[in-house]
């Protein structure tokens, strides 16, 4: 199976390397005949170089491809919604798009689809920070800004960066089946598909049917106690049994350590809150456990790329645009013309 992943100066690494590495890991379990072809198309058939500084060598440029892919991703890149590409790039795209039996994006990848007509009518996701952007530029396509991916027909989408690994298991899957993508995202230590949208994170997400008692009693009691510091002694002691124990049977379960545990139900719930209430950043703090904001200020940026002020700011442009004096809920599409003025000045990306 043919695979052509389109790159670009200014590419982000991760948006190459997680497909890469998925499609990698599946020929592991494929007859040699079955198995994925990847090409990197470039813009120029030069090496690019990725947002990080890493240079990708690529062979083949847009106007020598002449293979017919069976699948064809679009990489993302911080700046490249700011990217004007060339008409003929444009044209090769739409050729592509047409004849391959599937195509798609990862991260912010969906604006060179845009610029090239692929989403018009089509529902759609991209990066949180880029969404409203999409929706503004692309006015046609119904935007999801709450999706970890999102299939319309034969155009696949995904959010940002990881979400594209999402993507790739869930491709290998309809080829192949869910086993063989299981047995790659437990290689890779990803989670076979993450339930909901890009606002859940919750790590209780990865527990399986057989796996949930230690695990959902762990929930419960942090939920029920997510003010205060705890410690494994207290978490062992909610289900019954020794430090030693607990951590085994909870690394085992939750494929994660019990610290992460904790606080990504903290992070959780701290999202919730600045999504919901307008309690200041140091009450939010307190109320889900972290030691004061700046630590929940670096927790952010260290998990989510981002600071609880942006985060919240984020959420109330997106759950409470108006239309007709109505609040539009987060689930629902979003289409430019539906976004108030407060969208007109929109930050680069």
């Known amino acids: 199976m ?12 991760l948006d190459v390397a997680g497909p890469l590495d998925v499609f990698a890991e599946a020929n592991a379990f494929l007859p040699r005949d079955q198995q994925y072809e990847i090409t990197l198309v470039g813009m120029h058939s030069e090496s690019v170089r990725c947002s990080n500084g890493l240079e990708l060598k690529v062979g083949i440029d847009y106007l020598q491809y002449e293979d017919q892919p069976d699948l064809l991703l679009v990489a993302g890149g911080p700046r490249l919604p700011d990217l004007c590409p060339p008409n003929s790039f444009l044209q090769w795209l739409r050729t592509q798009a047409e004849s391959c039996a599937r195509f798609g994006s990862v991260c912010n990848g969906a604006f060179l689809l845009g610029h090239a ?4 009518g089509k529902e759609v996701t991209a990066h949180w920070h880029d969404v409203d952007r999409l929706a503004l530029q692309f006015p046609d396509a119904y ?50 598909r993450r339930e909901g949208g890009q606002s859940q994170y919750s790590p209780y997400l990865a527990v399986g049917p057989k796996e949930e008692t230690v695990v959902a009693k762990v929930l419960r009691y942090v939920t029920d106690n997510i003010s205060e510091q705890l410690s494994i002694e207290q978490l062992a002691d909610a289900v019954g049994v020794s430090r030693r124990t607990f951590s085994r049977i909870f690394a085992k379960h939750a494929n994660m350590t019990p610290s992460a545990f904790v606080e990504q139900i903290r992070i959780d719930f701290s999202r919730k809150l600045l999504g919901e209430t307008d309690l200041p950043l140091k009450t939010v703090a ?18 989510l790329d981002t600071n609880p002020s942006e985060y919240r700011q984020r959420v109330r442009r997106q759950t409470s645009a108006k239309s007709g004096g109505e609040f539009r809920d987060a689930s629902t599409p979003m289409r430019a013309q539906n976004l108030t003025s407060k969208f007109s000045e929109v930050r680069a990306a």
């Open 2 to 13: 043919k695979v052509a992943i389109v790159v670009f100066d200014g590419v982000m690494a």
């Open 286 to 303: 307190y109320r889900c456990g972290f030691h004061s904001s700046s630590q929940m200020r670096a927790i952010f940026a260290r998990r």
């Open 143 to 192: 935007v999801q800004p709450d999706k970890i991916f999102v299939r319309d027909g034969n155009l696949f989408t995904s959010a940002g960066v990881a979400a594209g690994v999402d993507l790739c298991l869930a491709l290998v899957s309809e080829d192949w089946g869910h086993e063989i993508a299981l047995r790659i995202a437990k290689r890779l230590i990803v989670y076979i």
């Open 117 to 120: 007509g692929l989403l018009d």
